[in-house]
């Protein structure tokens, strides 16, 4: 499948990943309507992918949250009416944060809040935008799941359920759609992306969308209120409220700048896979052998020691 003259639909592209399939396939002459919740960064997403786009590329942006479907409706009107268009050819259902690591100690408001926009923002984009997938000649729908959607953990002492059970959901309705598609709409193809370890902003963006501040900028009590959290990633126990604030600066810009890919990698290597047909797409090394590896080894996908050591017969 290539690009040129399609128009393709992205959420969550204020940044990350969103953000540079925007970029990119705006670049490969695809025209795109995009959105985010946040206006500004979705805006500036726009800006910078027509910068770059071919002669005729129109790229649009719109604020939404896709966990409520009736604002994901109002977007699919928005960008019909801007592009002119009665269909479309792509939908990258890309928009998720992390959050609610605990079902046991966290709150029910931000487990609840994180798996509405890693799940049903991808369920109400596919619901919104199949018909419009069909309509087309040729389409594919490609929903972002992760690592966490065949491995439910962040690892010893990091429970990472929301957001797992989320991408998991993701995955498994990934894979029921392809037969479903064979047999009720075979020119429309699904792609489920899988993620590792790549640098985007999540970890900020995360907590501003659940209703905290940026982390330079929270008060002595918020920092304090995240430092069950905060211990989890790091010795956390005895430090000041400026020293965790520090902390979760830090840990931001350590995630995003020394991760093993780039937004932009990422990007380039989902849109290599879509092209190429493929319905399942690893991204990175990391992914590739994590997976391959819960596969080798699914009884020991929680026993950590024994997942990453070669097997018996092999030492």
Request: hydrophobic fraction near 45%; glycine fraction near 8%.
């Amino acid at each position: 499948m290539e690009f040129a003259a399609k128009l393709g639909v992205v959420s969550g592209g204020g940044s990350g990943m969103g953000r540079e399939l925007v970029r990119q396939l705006a670049a490969q002459g695809c025209s795109v309507a995009t959105c985010d919740l946040n206006s500004q960064s979705v805006a500036e997403t726009a800006a910078i992918a027509r910068a770059g786009a071919q002669p005729g590329v129109m790229v649009s942006s719109h604020v939404c949250d896709v966990a409520d479907e009736a604002q994901v409706q109002r977007f699919r009107d928005e960008l019909l009416a801007e592009h002119a268009r009665s269909n479309v050819d792509l939908v990258f259902a890309n928009a998720g944060i992390g959050g609610g690591g605990s079902f046991v100690t966290g709150t029910r408001e931000e487990w609840e809040r994180t798996f509405a926009i890693d799940w049903w923002g991808v369920y109400n984009c596919a619901r919104v935008f199949m018909p419009l997938l069909i309509a087309s000649d040729e389409a594919v729908l490609v929903n972002t799941s992760s690592v966490n959607g065949f491995w439910a953990t962040l690892g010893p002492g990091n429970p990472h359920t929301a957001y797992s059970a989320a991408k998991f959901a993701v995955k498994g309705f990934s894979e029921a759609l392809i037969e479903d598609l064979r047999v009720n709409a075979p020119h429309v193809r699904v792609a489920v992306v899988m993620p590792g370890h790549v640098g985007t902003d999540i970890i900020a963006n995360s907590l501003r969308i659940l209703g905290e501040a940026d982390p330079e900028n929270m008060s002595d009590a918020d920092v304090e209120a995240l430092r069950p959290v905060i211990t989890r990633f790091a010795e956390a126990g005895a430090a000041t409220a400026q020293e965790l604030r520090q902390m979760l600066v830090r840990a931001n810009s350590d995630f995003r700048d020394r991760a093993p890919l780039t937004a932009a990698d990422a990007a380039t290597i989902i849109l290599d896979g879509v092209r190429a047909g493929s319905w399942r797409i690893l991204v990175g090394e990391d992914a590739k052998a994590l997976d391959a590896a819960v596969r080798a080894r699914p009884e020991k996908a929680y026993d950590y020691a024994e997942l990453f050591s070669p097997p018996a017969e092999s030492r």
